[in-house]
């Protein structure tokens, strides 16, 4: 039996990887409606996902995953953080802006962080995953694949920024690969 699954995001970054992350989990994707903007008021990733699953699942009437990521930057006080995709217009601006705070700053030190909520259709919480990445900022962009801040964040594993890797390298590694590979036993369980 398959389970329809409400994706609570708008971008199409995170949907790509959120869709290949889940092809064979048993559950039917579906995109949120575009009308359904849900305001990311929680002040931690985990507030924020499960928010969004939440609110989702009870606007649709289904089950609604969502996911809240985001970069903390050590030498920034964790910067951007939970403001990260609001750090800028575009993903030009916000990696300009990250690049313009860190200046000359040698800890370069960073992590991505992701939390991953699924909620029921009366909108309670029933699964959570979180997955971290540890890197370091470049001083220059570097790569062309992925999104937002790939181009800058260099996982010293791989000699790789985020932005130069294969799709499957980038789940191995990051946090959303690693809280989606967490989260998929655990919604095969529901199916069961
Ligand atoms: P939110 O989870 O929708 O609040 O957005 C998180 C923001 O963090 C995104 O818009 C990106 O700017 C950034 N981000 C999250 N995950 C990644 C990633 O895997 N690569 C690059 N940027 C990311």
Request: charged residues 20%; contains cysteine.
């Amino acid at each position: 039996m398959t389970k329809l699954l409400v994706v609570a995001t708008g971008n199409p970054g995170k949907l790509r990887e959120m869709q290949a992350y889940l092809a064979d989990s048993g559950w039917e994707l579906t995109l949120k409606p575009a009308e359904l903007e849900i305001a990311e008021t929680g002040d931690t990733f985990a507030a924020n996902a499960h928010l969004k699953a939440s609110q989702i699942a009870q606007a649709t009437g289904n089950w609604a995953i969502a996911d809240d990521s985001g970069l903390q930057i050590d030498a920034l006080n964790g910067a951007p953080g939970v403001y990260s995709a609001r750090y800028g217009q575009t993903d030009s601006d916000r990696i300009a802006r990250v690049l313009r705070e860190l200046g000359s700053e040698v800890n370069r030190q960073a992590q991505f962080v992701c939390v991953v909520a699924i909620a029921t259709p009366d909108g309670s919480v029933v699964v959570q995953a979180e997955g971290i990445c540890h890197g370091e900022i470049l001083h220059t962009p570097r790569g062309d694949g992925g999104f937002g801040y790939d181009p800058i964040f260099y996982v010293p594993e791989k000699q790789l920024t985020f932005a130069q890797m294969a799709p499957d390298v980038k789940k191995s590694v990051s946090h959303r690969g690693k809280a989606f590979t967490a989260l998929l036993p655990q919604l095969k369980t529901i199916l069961s």
